[in-house]
T-cell receptor, first 114, second 111 residues
Framework: DTGVSQNPRHKITKRGQNVTFRCDPISEHNRLYWYRQTLGQGPEFLTYFQNEAQLEKSRLLSDRFSAERPKGSFSTLEIQRTEQGDSAMYLC????????????FGPGTRLTVL | SQQGEEDPQALSIQEGENATMNCSYKTSINNLQWYRQNSGRGLVHLILIRSNEREKHSGRLRVTLDTSKKSSSLLITASRAADTASYFCATDAAGAQKLVFGQGTRLTINP
């Protein structure tokens, strides 16, 4: 399967714990995006990388959130000191700079904070 | 906050009928894309239409774009039970890479 993959698919954690999610984009894609989706809503943009450079961050990305893409391939999204309001689906997408910004999404990581 | 709105929020039709969903947005765009999402799953890319295009087809899908009205429609012809899903439109503005999504239309196809 050459699509976008995300791990884990589900994460249950207690409030105050740290969590880290991983995204592996389509191999030839140099752009990678993180979105968050809550129940009944459309996805909301969090951050965007071109290669290893983080080029844009949403105001939604508080200082408890950090994302990296160290070698311009996979990316990680870490949430520190999780809060119940962080419970959501975290979606990763990738695109190629040649593709008119067609973004292809992974299956998502569903986070539940107890 | 969301860029636009899909209309209707929910749509229920019989298998074989056509389904039309509408999307409105607020700012000038480069492209508009439609995605499908099955319950609890990731988004599947359906079709992209550029701001200088007015209509595009892909299989049973037909998308129109009216930039003067800042609106788009997605038509699914000859619907099937497997089309049951939420459908989202997403736009990107000139010079921007992020997609801005609407709240989606929940489509139910009854057998």
């Amino acid at each position: 399967d050459t699509g976008v993959s995300q791990n884990p698919r589900h994460k249950i954690t207690k409030r105050g714990q740290n969590v880290t999610f991983r995204c592996d984009p389509i191999s030839e894609h140099n752009r990678l995006y993180w979105y968050r989706q809550t129940l009944g809503q459309g996805p909301e943009f969090l951050t965007y990388f071109q290669n290893e450079a983080q080029l844009e961050k949403s105001r939604l990305l508080s200082d408890r959130f950090s994302a990296e893409r160290p070698k311009g391939s996979f990316s990680t999204l870490e949430i520190q000191r999780t809060e119940q309001g962080d419970s959501a689906m975290y979606l990763c997408a990738s695109s190629s700079w040649t593709s008119k910004n067609e973004q292809f999404f992974g299956p998502g990581t569903r986070l539940t904070v107890l | 906050s969301q860029q636009g709105e899909e209309d209707p929020q929910a749509l229920s039709i019989q298998e074989g009928e056509n389904a039309t969903m509408n999307c409105s947005y607020k700012t000038s765009i480069n492209n508009l894309q439609w995605y499908r999402q099955n319950s609890g799953r990731g988004l599947v890319h359906l079709i992209l239409i550029r701001s200088n295009e007015r209509e595009k087809h892909s299989g049973r899908l037909r998308v129109t774009l009216d930039t003067s009205k800042k609106s788009s429609s997605l038509l699914i012809t000859a619907s099937r039970a497997a089309d049951t899903a939420s459908y989202f439109c997403a736009t990107d503005a000139a010079g921007a890479q992020k997609l801005v999504f609407g709240q989606g239309t929940r489509l139910t196809i009854n057998p």
